[in-house]
């Protein structure tokens, strides 16, 4: 009698063991598309990803980079104080998009040029991405705001 329990116990811990290992592996593979890594400008040029790898970047908006072309498209820079990298963006910038001030894009890099498919801007005078933030201070461009 004890032995029948026991193997009922040991029957349940293994299904419910093999339930857990596949509800893990189902919401991994579910989830894939939607895990976008961050990446500072230095690291997209020292390991540039696949063509069909979608990332996040994020950096500053150079200076005098900001080129509207026809119709929506848009070119610019973005850097980290290390390196730079040019994107090129289809769509309605956020009203808050400037030069010199922190942007992260969504996209991907071709041929030398990140095509954004998102961009995000800063919400207010103070606030920057954390990403860009760490990424900036390794470089050692990173001012801390004033007040």
């Known amino acids: 009698?004890?032995?029948l329990k026991k193997q009922r116990r040991i029957q349940v811990i293994a299904v419910a063991a093999v339930a857990l290992?596949?509800?893990?592996?189902?919401?991994?593979?579910?989830?894939?598309?939607g895990i976008n890594f961050f990446r500072a400008p230095t690291q997209v040029l020292a390991e540039p990803p696949a063509p069909s790898e979608v990332f996040r970047i994020g950096g500053l908006v150079t200076e005098g980079s900001l080129v509207r072309g026809q119709g929506k498209t848009i070119q610019f820079s973005v850097t980290d104080g290390g390196a730079t990298v040019p994107v090129t963006y289809t769509g309605v910038l956020p009203d808050l998009f400037e030069e010199n001030q922190g942007m992260v894009g969504t996209g991907r890099y071709i041929n030398g040029v990140f095509e954004a498919s998102e961009i995000l801007a800063k919400h207010d005078e103070t606030y920057m991405p954390k990403e860009v933030v760490d990424a900036l201070k390794e470089q050692g461009v990173y001012k801390e705001p004033e007040g």
């Not at 290992?21 to 598309?33: C, E, H, N, P, W």
């Open 1 to 3: 009698m004890k032995s």
């Open 21 to 33: 290992v596949l509800s893990t592996v189902l919401i991994g593979y579910a989830m894939r598309d």
